[in-house]
């Protein structure tokens, strides 16, 4: 369900900007995807930046959220995309084609962008854990070296 505050969000968003164009949201239905789609980024991006407190439950929660949010956005383009084809060729379907298409590209490099982030956090966390191991273990086999020497 949408809460009220999304759908005043999605009623004033009339369009996105992306790579220098500015490309108009045309239906309600896209409106309410991709600022749903905005919402669960932003709030994915502004967990992240507090990861020490964070709980790393929600921010699983938080990136498979954006992650279906997308998916949803993208099921919603292509819906649109249908309904034009069955309009025919024309200018203005040609036009909202390219919008259209133009606003998936938008989507899914969001969401290529979260999705190479969250790699990076992953990759990191698990250098950090291998890097505690490895002091452990060398602490350890130090230890054991030092006490075989000294019998």
């Known amino acids: 369900m949408v809460s009220k505050a999304q759908k005043e969000r999605a009623a004033s968003l009339d369009h996105v900007n992306w790579q220098g164009w500015k490309i108009p949201l045309r ?4 409106k309410d995807a991709v600022s749903s789609f905005n919402s669960s980024v932003s709030l994915l991006k502004e967990q992240r930046g507090e990861a020490e ?7 699983e ?5 954006a992650c279906n949010a ?14 034009l084809a069955n309009q025919g060729m024309g200018s203005r379907a040609e036009t909202q084609r390219a919008e ?12 290529l962008t979260i999705m190479v982030k969250w790699n990076e956090d992953l990759i990191d966390k698990l250098l950090a854990e291998q890097e505690v191991r490895l002091r452990a273990y060398k602490r350890y086999s130090s230890w054991n070296v030092y006490a075989y020497h000294h019998l």
């Open 27 to 30: 239906s309600e239905r896209l």
């Open 53 to 59: 407190q964070s709980d790393s439950s929600v921010l």
């Open 61 to 65: 929660d938080l990136y498979l959220a």
């Open 70 to 83: 997308h998916d949803d956005t993208t099921t919603i383009i292509h819906d649109e995309l249908a309904d």
């Open 100 to 111: 259209l298409a133009s606003i998936g590209d938008f989507i899914l490099h969001s969401k």
